[in-house]
């Protein structure tokens, strides 16, 4: 059988108000970015768990990618800012155990920065195509299986 | 100190000041020392204090209702002063009794000093700097610095920040910092990979056993995301997947409200270092936030609270 190229598969944690609207605009505008990206909208940067980002790396997604309204932006006044405190440790307790700090990015997109989501999206692709396949949660395969 | 303690504990029970006193009594194993929560004048003389009183007692006042007088040392202190931040306890429902704490005995560390199981020691006394084992027709001398928990080379408040009666003259804080954080700094040197495939291999240990959150006085959620199955985040069997993933979600739900009192890696039973996860949040919450936790009473915790000016440099 031929062999397939792998390509990264990544998530998008994007809030309703900035970032989903801003990739919408993308789309709109009909500028390309990488179709490596699952977009999942969610209410504001504030709505991500923790745990969102680790249960996808352990359902073996390459990379996550959160985005949300600039700072001072947040249609809650301030979810964002709650979410940035959230971010910078999960981010440090992640990289401390060893997980590679390009699989998880966060950033602020706004309703319109059209281009800057497609910018954005197209460098964190390419961040996770450089660190590879996540198989962090892979059991080893043991000789024989 | 322990009379002094025993004095004020029937005092407080006398006078109706307090429902129960929680206190320090001896374990059913030699020289381990276990809670004792108490409403009985009687009970007041099995009370101790002794270089052995390792449990964090800040776990109860979110559990037992009634007025308190609770027994804490530096570190126990700073885990009540956050859960006040928390709103989880009132301060007028508790007498707080400070213990100045020298520093707790890592029965593990004795153990590998003595050569030989604790449990054949006689007697263990503390003099001066050093600690006294009485063996079997032999004396051992062991320095008291060797012997302490790790976490408590770098305490830096070693006397109750938060007590109506302090039992004893204050502690000044010994601080070596590097001697308490060596096996994270050692840690943080591997490469990326290296350092997975060590958490792989601990979590591949361990059994579910919730010994660390069921201890912990920061893990106060009264349903913990474990025990929710709508949705269902972790699954109940032990796959070392899962149980890191508790670990990494619990030590992010604790961060902030950890005081380093090394509860969760000393009731580990099967010797997951924890308290390297622990500590480094704490680490990292301090470097980033400026925040201790419990050394201010009226700061706010630090998750429900945000800066204009947070870091962000790694937000694009």
Not at chain 2, 36 to 64: C, G, H, M, Q
Not at chain 2, 100 to 125: N, R, S
Not at chain 2, 148 to 160: A, Q, R, S
């Amino acid at each position: 059988m031929e062999e397939t190229k792998w390509e990264p598969k990544v998530v998008g944690f994007l809030c309703h108000w900035c970032s989903y609207a801003g990739a919408d605009l993308t789309g709109s505008a009909r500028m390309e970015y990488p179709h490596n990206i699952r977009i999942i909208r969610v209410p504001c940067s504030g709505r991500i768990d923790p745990m969102f980002i680790l249960r996808a790396l352990q359902n073996g997604l390459d990379g996550v990618l959160v985005s949300g309204c600039h700072p001072g932006d947040c249609h809650y006044q301030s979810g964002n800012f709650h979410a940035r405190r959230k971010f910078a440790v999960t981010r440090k307790l992640l990289e401390y155990v060893g997980i590679e700090p390009e699989r998880v990015q966060f950033s602020w997109v706004a309703a319109s920065e059209g281009p800057k989501m497609a910018q954005v999206v197209k460098e964190f692709v390419e961040g996770v195509r450089k660190v590879g396949p996540n198989r962090l949660f892979k059991d080893e395969i043991r000789d024989g299986e | 100190m322990e009379n002094r303690l025993k004095e004020e504990a029937r005092k407080l029970l006398k006078e109706g000041k307090v429902d129960y006193i929680v206190g320090y009594g001896n374990g059913t194993v030699k020289f381990r020392t276990s809670p004792l929560i108490t409403n009985k004048e009687e009970d007041i003389e099995s009370l101790v204090i002794n270089p052995f009183i390792a449990n964090n007692l800040s776990r109860y006042p979110t559990e037992i209702k009634g007025k308190l007088g609770i027994v804490v040392k530096g570190c126990d202190s700073r885990s009540l002063v956050s859960l006040m931040q928390d709103n989880k306890v009132n301060r007028d429902d508790m007498v707080i009794l400070g213990v100045p704490c020298e520093g707790v005995v890592d029965i593990k560390k004795l153990g590998e000093q003595i050569g030989a199981d604790i449990d054949q020691a006689k007697e263990i006394d503390k003099e001066g700097d050093n600690l006294i084992v009485q063996m079997d027709g032999s004396k051992k001398t062991v320095p008291f610095r060797d012997v302490i928990f790790d976490k408590c080379f770098g305490c830096e408040y070693p006397t109750p920040l938060e007590y109506d009666i302090l039992l004893g003259s204050e502690v000044s804080p010994r601080i070596e910092i590097e001697k308490s954080l060596k096996k994270i700094k050692e840690f943080e040197d591997t490469d990326a990979p290296e350092r997975w495939r060590y958490w792989k291999e601990q979590f591949s240990k361990c059994i579910r056993c919730y010994a660390c959150r069921n201890v912990c006085p920061a893990c106060f959620c009264e349903r913990c995301f474990v025990d929710v199955n709508i949705p269902q985040w972790i699954t109940t069997y032990g796959s070392w997947q899962d149980n890191l993933v508790f670990q990494l979600i619990r030590t992010l739900h604790v961060a902030g409200r950890c005081s380093d009192c090394g509860e969760c890696e000393r009731s580990c039973p099967v010797g997951i270092p924890l308290r390297s996860l622990q500590r480094k949040m704490v680490e990292e919450v301090k470097g980033l936030f400026n925040h201790e936790t419990g050394v201010d009473k009226d700061a706010f915790p630090v998750f429900t609270h945000y800066e204009a000016t947070d870091p962000e440099e790694f937000i694009k």
